[in-house]
């Protein structure tokens, strides 16, 4: 069963942010986005080059996601990516909070289960490898 959970977290985080980086190029590229964009995240990138590298990195860690590839990589780095959306909805847009937290949720269950490659960071003291 955990299995299962942990594969529909892998596959609903990637479709989501796939979906969402693709739908912020059609905001880049100044077409009508598919998917509707809450003003208030989009006053977040008053830089365009900060919504191209956000939009980058979130289709980059879709397709590592849908594609099995990296999953710890992934998960680092959209950690902060699901902080902010959490937080913004939270705060400032709750009309997407629901998916905010199904976000955090399925994250928070896949940092667990990849926990162990995570640990090694937390190390006080580290020693150097021979290679």
Do not use: W
């Not at 980058?56 to 902060?80: H, K, R, S, Y």
């Amino acid at each position: 069963m955990s299995k299962i959970f942990l594969h529909s977290s892998r596959i609903f985080i990637g479709i989501v942010f796939l979906l969402a980086g693709i739908n912020g190029y059609f905001v880049i590229f100044e077409l009508e986005p598919f998917i509707a964009t809450s003003p208030e995240a989009m006053a977040l990138f008053e830089f365009k080059y900060l919504l191209i590298v956000e939009k980058t990195i979130e289709v980059i860690c879709g397709i590592l996601l849908l594609t099995n590839q990296f999953i710890p990589l992934a998960i680092a780095i959209l950690a902060p990516i699901v902080a902010n959306i959490f937080l913004l909805h939270l705060f400032l847009d709750p009309s997407l909070l629901l998916l905010a937290i199904l976000l955090v949720i399925s994250l928070g269950y896949m940092m667990y289960c990849y926990r162990d490659n995570f640990m090694r960071i937390l190390e006080r003291k580290v020693s150097l490898s021979d290679n």
